[in-house]
């Protein structure tokens, strides 16, 4: 049964329970989940409030799960069974290395990065970031993504080509630009906080 299929016959559950997994680490395409549940509200198939609610809540405790794996396992899982989750170790050391220059601002970007926004929080637990600070970032973060790929959805129609594609392609184009923008922000407070430092 394609993804499609799933969720037009469960409709919020299926909603839920793929996106909890895919952020979680399965290999679904959460992006086209989104956009096609979006779909299905327009046509008035489903609420677009609720959609967005329920994606929201599946986004928000597979997250949650990766970061208390994170936290509880560390990154000695990842090189014992993170092959099974696709968490290579090279690939968590890139995005180790990320969070380690963007800290906490990497967490609402990586959504709109494909391939990163499943090991982000999974670093951020392994790294000791506190919960609330976590939580106040990545729910924060869910929530803009959830909302963009879903309104695509419901004002665009589900299927990626033409003008439609190029504004799903644009979405992810605003993540990257997130992501430097975090770094900025990042560097700025870094430089703010040495020159403090020298102060005092």
Do not use: C
């Not at 989104?34 to 489903?46: E, R």
């Amino acid at each position: 049964m394609s993804f499609h299929a799933f969720i037009s016959h469960y409709g919020y559950l299926g909603i839920f329970s793929i996106l909890m997994l895919g952020i979680f680490g399965v290999p679904f395409p959460d992006e086209s989940l989104l956009t096609f549940s979006g779909y299905l509200a327009s046509k008035g198939h489903l609420h677009i409030v609720l959609t967005i609610l329920v994606a929201f809540v599946g986004t928000s405790l597979g997250i949650t799960v990766n970061y208390l794996v994170g936290r509880t396992l560390g990154f000695a899982a990842v090189r014992k069974y993170g092959h099974r989750f696709h968490l290579t170790p090279a690939r968590m050391d890139k995005v180790n290395e990320w969070f380690d220059w963007l800290g906490k601002w990497l967490l609402p970007v990586s959504y709109f990065i494909p391939g990163v926004r499943h090991l982000t929080p999974f670093v951020a637990g392994a790294s000791k970031l506190r919960f609330k600070v976590f939580a106040i970032f990545a729910y924060a973060g869910g929530f803009l993504w959830t909302i963009a790929f879903t309104l695509t959805g419901y004002f665009l129609g589900h299927e990626p080509t033409g003008t439609k594609g190029q504004f799903s392609h644009f979405l992810i184009f605003a993540g990257i630009v997130l992501l430097f923008i975090a770094l900025y922000l990042q560097i700025q407070m870094e430089m703010e906080a040495r020159g403090k430092g020298k102060t005092e």
